[in-house]
């Protein structure tokens, strides 16, 4: 790494010595960047001056392969967009592609896909707080206890779908199969033991004065600069701001679930930890009422073979683990879309990175970029 | 017969044999100067080392092993367990790993320096086991100065630790060994403020001395309000001197590469690790010596106590090996130079305070000042304590 | 208080350190290859397709709406020609890629005929000599008791096919053809 001078150099004091500003790749290959994704950062000494996030090391021309595969072939595409949460990008999908040909899902389908949605927000949430604790230093311990409860959602994920986090579970106008024998047990199992160890979880860390010291005051985002940049999800929320689309949009049957939202006070890496943490617990009161309500019915509505959705335009979005995850369909009236845009949260959450890490230490840049959860699949598609 | 009487018995066998078989048979070649005395001194002194190098490297060997394991258990998973029974065998593999590896050194590095700091930071933390008495009668060589010889020798992995930034010719290497320096070097004070309490009471740098100060089982100098807070103290430097968690800044995150020892491979990197292990080993049986009563204890033979008292210990480190994150490094310093340093210098004055008081009002006395220290330098920490904080639930 | 919370969080791996010596929900492990995982029934291996026990014949009529089906045209397959030379019932070759298929399981949604299933075999590593990745239909057959033992829900819904005219003419299997179908495999 050679020194050079900056553009924007900060204006200096005559009397002190002339420094320059150290250019410093963090990544592309680094174990603490949640995939292949490089920040270039200018440091002054310690703290940081300037920071450029660089990704596109795992773009897979997502997009322009979905306009050459039909709606339903998009669907096992759709899950490797996030691929910690695959059932919620097929849900989002199939939302977009039933607003586009106006069709409505059956009751017991909504029901289902509430049911996955909320608990692919456990799996997501489970790795992020277990990895932003990882990348703080704690050697593993929390990632394992958080990877323990999520092997058991899992494992529930692979009972209904066959598979754990590839899922191809939604279909345009419902899901694609209903729920085998036995397993709302093994969910009501695990919801009933989940509070306890959420509890273990908060003991271990939520008080840890270690934590508290790296993450309080790091990383403040202020509400205002959120709201411009179009951030959504828990960023948005632990800077205050009271947005939740399932709560604004009320899409799908979540009009008839009570659940509160958790917002956060000052926006920094502390909040939105805890809101996320807050969120798993309101989750489980979700899936308590959806497994208590479940209709009995078709989990399919009747879609031909062949979808060809008139002409026309649609946007779904979907309040997913990590912000609003919308998919934008323009259909020409054939069997394959025009154009298919995916609006990924990790993306447009990452917009507001330097302004967040700039003033703090080369080691905050870490925690930062941990606490806005990003997954490459989606920030690079 | 218990050990300490075995090894007693070996010893005194060796110098018997040195002065009755050896001296004779070798008398015809040997010079004047060395008499019969001297080559007993030799033999006695030979079964120290020979016995100190047996054990500890392999007692040493099986402390990663157990660490490897009881972190394993800690985060519900087993440890190692495929490479023989129980993976008792992956020191082992670990070992010959390392041994047939690349050696690299840097191109423009300084070459010798390169090769000694391996040597140096390993041979000072090796020579402080002479110290430690392990058991009664069974230490290397009983010196007036013992404490003193301790600190004195595990300051000198400080130097190493900057020869091997500095070798390695490498703008991130040598930041972090300045870095690990910084940290090692304000850590030293605190760690020796809390030996001096004990040495101030006991009126003597042995080690022996300050074993036989700690008659029975409420005399061990935890137990005494001064002798908790010099404790806590010690354990918070042994931790940073030994670069373990959470203040392992130099062999984690620094600068994003793996610090002071980022250029070394092999064998060379090996000797690191088994640096940092000896020490945090040896920190650990002065800490028992220092504060736990070394080798006392009933109906156990001594040499069981003190291994015992150790291995808590070091069950302490894997615990917080465990459960903490990493500290800032400039958390780091301000935790020793603000909150430390001051209550360290607080408990020689209450320890001090004390000798002049009647036992139970100055147990009382004392705990109570250093109580009230404890929370009062809290008040500039005050950003690092507690913030209770808890989402707003909104509809 | 300073140094609370890191007790509390200490008391957390402590009870879990100890426990793991006797709950077995604290030591989750399972020692692979010793121990293993039962696998759901619905799991997604790589297809396979399906002959019928007794007469070892196979179910596919090489209608290419796999082939069509499949995101990542892994699967590549021509008819037969029969012994007067029109296209027989039956595939001459069928090619899956294993290189490309991501086992998503729709061609099994797409197929008429409930010739296809989803197999659970995952441990395909070799370590001496690489195993083509094309697999043929040798390598892909698979009895009909072996999808019942794997996966009795699919093979409850697959019922088994009924004869054959000479015509080509052949009774659906029970399984409605549009939509509203819930697929079961």
């Known amino acids: 790494m050679d020194e050079h001078m900056s553009a924007n150099a900060p204006a200096h004091d005559p009397e002190l010595l002339d420094t320059d500003l150290l250019e410093l790749s963090i990544g592309p290959q680094h174990p603490s960047t949640h995939g292949v994704f490089r920040m270039v950062a200018k440091l002054d000494g310690e703290n940081i001056a300037a920071l450029e996030p660089v990704f596109g090391y795992l773009h897979r021309c997502h997009e322009k392969i979905g306009e050459s595969l039909t709606y339903l072939q998009n669907m096992p595409m759709t899950d490797r967009l996030d691929y910690i949460c695959g059932p919620a990008n097929n849900i989002a999908y199939a939302i977009a592609a039933e607003k586009l040909a106006g069709i409505q899902p059956p009751e017991r389908a909504e029901y289902i896909r509430v049911i996955m949605t909320e608990l692919t927000r456990l799996v997501n949430h489970l790795l992020l707080v277990g990895f932003l604790t990882n990348d703080l230093g704690a050697f593993f311990t929390p990632v394992l206890y958080a990877f323990r409860e999520r092997e058991k959602i899992l494992d529930i994920f692979e009972a209904i779908t066959g598979g754990r986090m590839c899922t191809n579970y939604a279909r345009i106008g419902g899901v694609a199969r209903d729920f085998p024998e036995g397993i709302t047990a093994e969910i009501r199992t695990l919801i009933d033991a989940f509070p306890r160890f959420l509890d273990e979880f908060e003991l271990l860390l939520s008080e840890n004065e270690i934590l508290q010291n790296r993450c309080v005051g790091t990383g403040v985002l202020a509400a205002a600069a959120a709201v411009n940049a179009g951030i959504s999800g828990p960023v948005l929320r632990a800077s205050g701001v009271n947005y939740d689309i399932r709560k604004a949009d009320g899409y799908s049957i979540y009009p008839r679930f009570d659940f509160r939202v958790p917002v956060g006070q000052t926006g920094d890496t502390y909040d939105r930890y805890l809101v996320r943490i807050c969120e798993m617990r309101e989750s489980l009161k979700i899936l308590r009422q959806a497994l208590a309500g479940l209709p009995d019915g078709p989990v399919q509505a009747k879609v031909p073979k062949l979808f060809k959705p008139p002409r026309g335009d649609a946007y779904g979005r979907i309040e997913g683990p990590k912000g609003e995850l919308g998919f934008y369909?323009?259909?020409?009236?054939?069997?394959?879309?025009?154009?298919?845009?995916?609006?990924?949260?990790?993306?447009?959450?990452?917009?507001?990175?330097?302004?967040?890490?700039?003033?703090?230490?080369?080691a905050d840049a870490v925690i930062i970029l941990g606490s806005i959860d990003i997954v490459l699949g989606e920030v690079d598609r | 017969m218990s050990m300490d009487n075995v090894w007693i018995a070996i010893k005194q066998a060796a110098v018997g044999a040195a002065r009755d078989v050896l001296y004779p048979l070798l008398d015809p070649v040997l010079p004047a100067w060395i008499t019969p005395e001297r080559l007993m001194m030799f033999a006695s002194a030979?079964?120290?080392?020979?016995?100190?190098?047996?054990?500890?490297?392999?007692?040493?060997?099986?402390?990663t092993w157990a660490?490897?394991?009881?972190?394993?258990?800690?985060?519900?998973?087993?440890?190692?367990?495929?490479?023989?029974?129980?993976?008792?065998?992956?020191?082992?593999?670990?070992?010959?790993?390392?041994?047939?590896?690349?050696?690299?050194?840097?191109?423009?590095?300084?070459?010798?320096?390169?090769?000694?700091?391996?040597?140096?930071?390993?041979?000072?933390?090796?020579?402080?086991?002479?110290?430690?008495?392990?058991?009664?009668?069974?230490?290397?060589?009983?010196?007036?100065?013992?404490?003193?010889?301790?600190?004195?020798?595990?300051?000198?992995?400080?130097?190493?630790?900057?020869?091997?930034?500095?070798?390695?010719?490498?703008?991130?290497?040598?930041?972090?060994?300045?870095?690990?320096?910084?940290?090692?070097?304000?850590?030293?004070?605190?760690?020796?403020?809390?030996?001096?309490?004990?040495?101030?009471?006991?009126?003597?740098?042995?080690t022996v001395a300050i074993v036989e100060a700690q008659a029975g089982l409420f005399g061990w100098f935890v137990f005494q309000p001064w002798g908790l807070f010099a404790f806590l103290i010690f354990l918070a430097a042994m931790t940073a001197e030994a670069n373990r968690s959470p203040f392992d800044l130099p062999e984690g995150e620094s600068e994003l590469v793996a610090g002071f020892h980022t250029e070394y491979s092999g064998m060379k990197f090996g000797m690191f690790y088994l640096a940092e292990y000896f020490s945090a080993l040896a920190q650990c049986f002065l800490a028992a010596t220092l504060f736990f009563g070394g080798w006392k204890g009933p109906l156990l033979p001594g040499w069981i106590w003190i291994f015992l008292k150790t291995f808590v210990l070091v069950f302490v480190l894997f615990l917080f090996r465990g459960t903490f994150p990493r500290v800032r490094v400039d958390q780091l310093m301000g935790f020793t130079w603000k909150f430390l340093l001051p209550l360290a210098l607080t408990t020689v004055f209450v320890a001090g305070l004390t000798y002049y008081l009647p036992p139970v009002p100055g147990w009382i006395v004392g705990a109570v000042l250093l109580t009230g220290t404890f929370f009062v330098l809290m008040l500039p920490n005050r950003r690092v304590t507690l913030v209770r904080r808890a989402c707003r639930l909104e509809n | 208080m300073y140094g609370l919370g890191l007790l509390k969080g200490m008391y957390v791996v402590l009870r879990n350190f100890v426990e793991s010596y006797y709950k077995p929900e604290r030591l989750v492990t399972v020692q692979?290859?010793?121990?293993?995982?039962?696998?759901?029934?619905?799991?997604?291996?790589?297809?396979?397709?399906?002959?019928?026990?007794?007469?070892?014949?196979?179910?596919?009529?090489?209608?290419?709406?796999?082939?069509?089906?499949?995101?990542?045209?892994?699967?590549?397959?021509?008819?037969?020609?029969?012994?007067?030379?029109?296209?027989?019932?039956?595939?001459?070759?069928?090619?899956?890629?294993?290189?490309?298929?991501?086992?998503?399981?729709?061609?099994?949604?797409?197929?008429p005929f409930a010739a296809l299933a989803m197999d659970h075999d995952f441990e395909r590593a070799v370590i001496d000599q690489p195993e083509p990745l094309r697999l043929g239909i040798d390598?892909?057959?698979?009895?009909?008791?072996?999808?019942?033992?794997?996966?009795?829900?699919?093979?409850?819904?697959?019922?088994?096919?009924?004869?054959?005219?000479?015509?080509?003419?052949?009774?659906?299997?029970?399984?409605?053809?549009?939509?509203?179908?819930?697929?079961?495999?």
């Open chain 3, 139 to 185: 390598q892909l057959r698979r009895p009909f008791s072996y999808l019942e033992q794997i996966n009795p829900e699919a093979a409850n819904a697959l019922a088994p096919k009924p004869a054959k005219t000479a015509a080509g003419a052949e009774e659906r299997p029970a399984k409605s053809s549009h939509g509203g179908r819930e697929v079961t495999t």
């Open chain 1, 329 to 362: 369909l323009v259909s020409d009236g054939s069997t394959k879309p025009f154009r298919y845009k995916v609006r990924p949260p990790s993306l447009i959450n990452l917009t507001l990175l330097e302004e967040m890490c700039v003033g703090h230490k080369i």
């Open chain 2, 67 to 206: 660490e490897r394991k009881v972190v394993g258990r800690m985060q519900n998973r087993f440890g190692p367990n495929r490479v023989g029974w129980f993976g008792l065998l992956q020191p082992i593999a670990d070992a010959v790993k390392m041994l047939t590896k690349e050696d690299i050194v840097p191109a423009r590095g300084d070459r010798f320096v390169h090769l000694m700091a391996p040597v140096l930071i390993l041979v000072p933390t090796l020579l402080v086991y002479a110290v430690i008495p392990f058991g009664e009668g069974m230490i290397a060589a009983d010196l007036d100065i013992g404490v003193l010889y301790f600190l004195a020798l595990s300051s000198v992995t400080t130097l190493a630790v900057f020869m091997a930034g500095w070798a390695s010719r490498n703008k991130y290497s040598f930041l972090g060994g300045m870095r690990a320096v910084a940290q090692m070097v304000s850590y030293e004070i605190p760690l020796v403020i809390a030996a001096v309490v004990v040495v101030m009471r006991v009126g003597s740098l042995s």
């Open chain 2, 46 to 63: 030979v079964i120290s080392v020979v016995s100190i190098l047996v054990i500890v490297p392999l007692v040493m060997m099986y402390l």
């Open chain 3, 32 to 111: 692979y290859p010793e121990e293993r995982r039962p696998l759901p029934p619905r799991f997604r291996g790589f297809p396979f397709l399906i002959y019928d026990d007794d007469s070892g014949a196979l179910r596919c009529v090489a209608c290419q709406l796999c082939a069509k089906a499949c995101p990542a045209t892994c699967i590549e397959l021509t008819m037969a020609k029969g012994e007067d030379g029109k296209p027989a019932k039956r595939p001459e070759t069928y090619t899956l890629d294993l290189g490309l298929c991501m086992q998503c399981g729709l061609c099994v949604e797409a197929c």
